[in-house]
């Protein structure tokens, strides 16, 4: 049986890792689509999170994100992602829009207060900064 405090100090480098992940990824770049709503993209992709998301493309605020059993996720999306009219065109060339089935893989970040990354109009607190997505069956 492990203990508490052991527990406790593996959450605490996971969110340690996260905070500096997210710190080293830099600013991500806001694209608007046609209807103005953002699409946050990451400046570089990298290995080390392995946090699963899937859900259905959605609005978070006037930012892109991914509704999710557990509730609505802002996305910082991967490097390469870009705005389309109503969506995104991802990486991979697959175009998805609002209420299509998305998935990937990442990691959850906490944005600082003190330099946040998203603007104002979309939710701020904690992101899944993705390093893949695509659309989901």
């Known amino acids: 049986m492990r203990r508490p405090g052991y527990l406790l100090f593996v959450a605490a480098l996971v969110v340690a890792f996260g905070a500096w992940y997210w710190h080293w990824t830099g600013r991500p770049k806001t694209l608007d689509t ?44 991967p490097h390469g992602t870009e705005a389309t009219r109503d969506g995104l065109l991802l990486p991979d060339g697959t175009v998805v829009a609002i209420g299509d089935p998305v998935e990937g893989g990442g990691g959850y970040v906490e944005d600082d207060p ?5 603007p104002d109009d979309c939710p ?3 992101y899944f900064l993705a390093a893949s997505m695509t659309a989901a069956d």
Do not use: F, K, Y
């Open 124 to 126: 701020q607190g904690t």
């Open 114 to 118: 003190n330099n946040p990354r998203v």
């Open 34 to 77: 046609e209807a103005g709503n953002h699409v946050l993209v990451g400046e570089r992709t990298g290995d080390g999170m392995n946090a699963q998301a899937s859900g259905t493309l959605a609005l978070a605020g006037s930012c892109l994100g991914i509704q999710r059993e557990e509730g609505l996720d802002v996305v910082v999306w």
